[in-house]
């Protein structure tokens, strides 16, 4: 799987929109990113994932440039409960592990 | 909707005793995966199971195994604990497509935090 790099922090201002980047640029053409992120210790929870086109759902939004070298994934409006560490993961189709590293740790003052 | 379960949330054993850890993985799902997370580390894959078979093996210790059950659950043993196996465990499920063998989506279990004394 390609190599994500992530800032390791920031911080939001509650009600504004955070935007998280990530870069891949040895992200192969059957590899998907995917976003998850980890509230303190509680399992890791899926937000988004995409190949080559934007995606959103009711969590965040997925935008991916179109060289596919790297993405940032945006969350609308922090809340406080959306502090967490993120982590960007590349994944080939035909995996099935996820590998985790490093992440940004995200928090979103009052 | 129904996540994954995992059993027990907390475990506290002493060196060189042995512990079973149970997953319940999402309804329909076939596919479970485990991860190890050591304190202020990332989640690190262990070990995967597909239609109870292995389907892929991480950094998991000669110490550990595991297997999937007919009803899909999974349990990992780990044996002869060392004071480093403390940490958090997940597991995740996902199903697989069975045309291409490509895995859906995984989502995590809350996990078992294991405090090896």
């Known amino acids: 799987d390609a190599k994500t790099t992530q800032p390791p922090s920031m911080d939001c201002a509650e009600g504004r929109a955070a935007n998280l980047p990530c870069n891949h640029s040895t992200i192969s053409g059957n590899e998907y990113v995917y976003w998850y992120r980890q509230i303190h210790s509680q399992g890791p929870q899926y937000i988004i994932h995409g190949l080559k086109n934007n995606e959103t759902n009711e969590m965040a939004s997925l935008i991916i440039t179109e060289d596919r070298k790297s993405s940032t994934l945006i969350l609308p409006h922090a809340t406080l409960r959306d502090t967490a560490v993120y982590y960007c993961?590349?994944?080939?189709?035909?995996?099935?592990?996820?590998?985790f590293g490093g992440g940004t740790r995200v928090l979103v003052k009052p | 909707a129904a996540g994954v379960i995992q059993s027990p949330r907390h475990l506290i054993k002493e060196k060189r005793e042995t512990a079973t850890l149970k997953c319940y993985p999402i309804p329909r799902h076939d596919t479970v995966y485990w991860y190890q997370q050591g304190p202020g580390q990332d989640p690190q894959f262990l070990i995967s199971?597909?239609?109870?078979?292995?389907?892929d093996k991480g950094s998991i210790p000669d110490r550990f195994s595991a297997q999937q059950f007919s009803d899909y659950h999974s349990e990992l043993n780990m044996s002869s604990l060392e004071l480093g196996d403390s940490a958090l465990y997940f597991c995740a499920s996902s199903t697989i497509r069975r045309a291409t063998y490509v895995a859906d989506t995984q989502y995590f279990g809350p996990g078992t935090r294991l405090t090896v004394l």
């Open positions: 199971f597909y239609e109870k078979m292995q389907s």
């Open positions: 993961i590349a994944r080939k189709a035909a995996g099935n592990k996820l590998t």
